[in-house]
């Protein structure tokens, strides 16, 4: 499929009439055209071809980015450089907003698009009746050969072209590869949950990489596994295992829109007890569409998108609570697919949660074995689909994976298992995992139900081995990952905040978002204008612009792991507290309660401290810096000595200081 409505090169293009090019690319354009876009359209080509004249090289028009939803404009390749260019028709004004489109776009093709790297790119707002200003075309403090975007109106866009060609120090692009060039794109998980929504296919919107199972692979797994137990009116349990980012909610919401059909038999549902995940994904994908169907010139209301988006993707404590209700009936879905399957509720937490809010005394069931009824309850068929994701139980009670295995080899012998031939890992169920299941009569393993390489940092696939190996004290590993990715991913240590802000403001380009994030027990970062405990909106937090006081863009408001696992920005901050601390060569691990620092000695909370640091540790996608500060020798509560250790720690294994 072609990913633009129009291309030619220069001089066929110079050429030809403006309704043969307006034609051509209406043809292509799966919306019908209104008369102010054609108009726009027909505005743009009479420009460039006024502009273009002299030059060799190709156009395109309407060239789609699939991970953000959009198209850009118009690309032109000219000599060795690629021409970004967003129109705005009839503006007096160059718009922040706009200039920040462009450069996203800029950066899509810069990060993704294989042919692209290393040429030049320049990004241009044409705002065609905005008055002049001056052209200096400058790269950003990054080490690519991406312009700043340039400003220019309809008069001057002819000039911007010539000294930015000036500008270029790279040689001609081949044209025929450049658009044969694979665009490989790594989501953060909104963008993918937005374009998977809109119909874009798993292929379009996520990177393909050699060195990790493939999540079309995987995808095309689990799709056998509802196909055979459809046809075959048996029930399927199936555990899809990852590293952190390494897709795993991607394949479940992939999975989710291709079965998603209301009323009908093969009706999916996502699943998640991540409130924030969920509130954030069906903001996200509700404003999406309502700006999609607007932009087509109909009318629809916000709540009638939201009425239909919320039944895609559901907490799975409403699910549970909607199948109490109903009894023994079966729910409308075949086909459910629980997120961080390893959160789900021990039977102590179930129970005691059951008595208190629901008045039910004596309920017996854990949460993954309710869960499990509430499916087998169909008479045909149906699948569960576990995404278990390693060292991720944060909050007592979670489970972990042992008990989904445990309840299926206990009360649901036959169902049949699907599992990752990881599952036997440490992470998961302790290691146990398939010893539990040796008795059960249904089991088969499948290596494609693992993905093994981090996504999530597109510029550091083993991000997430890194902090395995400094969370574990192997200081040897931690080096030499951190020397693999320092080139390509930026990661320094601090001890001021305000450097660290300055950093964050520095690196992030476009709309790259950044934040602050920080343990939900660091409560002695108040001096720092941190506070944990005060109230976030994770909506406003991820999909608030800068311009908005509670988006994480105003380095403000904090997230914790609780708000932001599942999730990833751009940029972050990690601020370190004394919560999790080294001392003599160990980590020690504190609650604060009252006035004072006091040790936490269950195993079960200690690790549940650790994998929170694992978990704001590997949500930057691009770069991170940590800080940890001096501490102050007046206060007990933050004595340097709960932060040097920490300190010397990270930088002995070379991080960068700064």
Same mark, same amino acid.
């Given at each position: ?8 090169s220069i001089?066929?293009?110079?050429n030809?009439s403006?309704?043969?090019v ?10 019908s ?5 054609t108009?726009?359209?027909a ?5 460039l071809?006024?502009?273009?004249t002299k ?15 959009r198209?850009v ?5 000219i ?8 129109f ?12 920040e ?15 692209s ?5 320049a ?6 009746e ?8 400058s ?11 340039i400003?220019c ?7 911007a072209i010539?000294?930015?060609?000036d ?19 790594t989501?953060?998980?909104i963008?993918a949950a ?5 119909g874009?296919?798993v ?8 060195t ?13 596994i509802?196909?055979?137990?459809? #046809?075959t009116?048996?029930?399927? %349990? =199936?555990? +899809?295992t $990852?590293?952190?980012g ?5 394949? &479940?919401l992939?999975?989710a ?10 009706a999916?549902?996502?699943l ?31 709540g ?8 895609f ?7 549970r609570d909607d199948?109490l209700?109903i009894g ?14 390893q959160?789900?509720w021990?039977l ?17 069931s ?6 499990i009824?509430?499916l087998?309850?169909? #008479?045909?068929?149906?699948?569960? %689909? =576990?995404? +278990?994701g $390693?060292g991720?139980?944060i909050?007592?009670g979670?489970? &972990?994976?042992?008990?989904?295995i445990?309840?299926i080899?206990r ?7 699907f ?17 539990i299941?040796?008795t059960?009569?249904?089991?088969q393993?499948?290596?494609e ?8 940092s597109?510029?550091?696939e083993?991000l997430s ?7 574990d ?42 934040g602050?994030?920080?343990s939900?027990?660091a409560?002695?970062l108040?001096p720092y204008?941190?506070?944990v ?8 937090w991820?999909?608030d612009?800068?311009e ?7 380095l ?12 990833e920005l ?8 004394a919560?999790?601390?080294l ?5 020690q691990h ?9 040790n ?8 549940y ?7 704001l ?8 810096i940590i800080?940890?500060?001096n501490?102050d ?8 000595r709960?932060?040097d250790e ?9 991080i960068?200081?700064?």
């Open positions: 499929m072609r990913r633009y409505y129009y291309s030619d001089d066929s293009f110079c030809a403006i309704d043969e307006i034609g051509k690319i209406t043809l292509e354009n799966e919306f055209s209104e008369r102010t876009q108009n726009a359209w505005n743009q080509v009479e420009i071809q006024d502009v273009l030059y060799q090289g190709k156009i395109y028009f309407e060239y789609s980015i699939p991970r953000m939803g198209r404009d118009v690309i032109i390749l000599q060795g450089a690629i021409f970004i260019l967003e705005k028709v009839g503006e007096k004004n160059y718009l922040s907003t706009a200039m489109q462009v450069w996203d776009y800029a950066l899509d093709l810069n990060n993704f698009h294989e042919t790297q290393g040429c030049f790119i990004p241009i707002l044409v705002a065609t905005a008055p002049d200003v001056a052209i200096l075309p790269t950003s403090a990054k080490v690519d050969n991406l312009l700043f975007p400003r109106n309809k008069k001057t866009l002819k000039e010539d000294l930015i060609l500008f270029s120090t790279t040689g001609n692009i081949n044209l025929d590869n450049w658009e044969q060039g694979r665009y490989s794109p989501p953060t998980i963008e937005m374009a998977l929504y809109n874009h296919s292929e379009e919107i996520a990177k393909k990489d050699a990790a199972v493939n999540l079309s692979i995987t995808s095309d797994s689990i799709d056998e509802i196909l055979y137990s459809k #046809k009116s048996c029930k399927s %349990i =199936c555990f +899809v $990852g590293v952190p390494a897709g795993k909610t991607l394949v &479940g992939k999975t829109t291709k079965h998603y059909e209301k009323n009908k038999e093969s999916s549902v996502f998640s007890g991540n409130a924030p995940l969920v509130s954030i994904l069906r903001e996200a994908l509700t404003r999406d569409r309502v700006r999609k169907i607007k932009e087509q010139g109909e009318k629809i209301t916000k009638e998108v939201f009425s239909q988006v919320k039944l993707i559901q907490n799975v404590h409403h699910f199948c209700r023994d009936e079966a729910p409308l879905e075949h086909v459910a697919i629980f997120d961080e399957a959160r789900a021990d102590e937490q179930t129970s005691n949660f059951m008595k208190r809010k629901k008045g039910l005394s004596g309920f017996s854990s949460e993954p074995e309710f869960l009824s509430c087998d309850r169909h #008479k045909d068929w149906a699948v569960i %689909i =576990c995404l +278990v $390693g991720q139980e909050n007592t979670e489970a &972990g994976i042992g008990e989904w445990e309840s080899n009360s649901y012998p036959k169902w049949r298992v599992i990752s031939d990881r599952l036997d890992d440490d992470e998961y169920a302790s290691g146990r995992a398939l010893e299941l040796q059960h009569k249904y089991v393993k499948k290596h139900l693992h993905l093994s390489v981090s996504l999530r597109f510029r550091a083993n081995l890194l902090i395995k190996s400094i969370l004290l192997k200081a040897t590993d931690a080096k030499l990952y951190y020397e693999s990715l320092k080139k390509n991913y930026p990661l320094v240590v601090t001890r001021d905040i305000r450097i660290a802000k300055e950093w964050l403001k520095a690196m992030a380009r476009g709309t790259e978002r950044y602050i994030v920080v939900s027990q409560q002695r108040k204008a941190i506070d405990k005060s109230p976030m909106n994770p909506v406003n991820f999909l612009g800068k908005d006081v509670r988006s994480s863009y105003y403000e408001d904090v997230a914790t792991e609780f708000q932001i696992q599942g999730l751009d940029w972050t901050c990690v601020v370190w507290d919560d999790f601390r001392s003599k060569g160990s980590w504190f609650s604060f309660a009252g006035s004072k620092w006091k936490i000695k269950k195993h079960e909370r200690k690790q401290l650790k994998n929170a640091y694992r978990v540790l590997t949500r930057a996608r691009q770069g991170m800080v940890v500060p501490g020798v007046s206060d007990p509560t933050r004595d340097s709960f932060y920490t300190f010397d720690y990270l930088i002995s294994l070379g960068e200081y700064v």
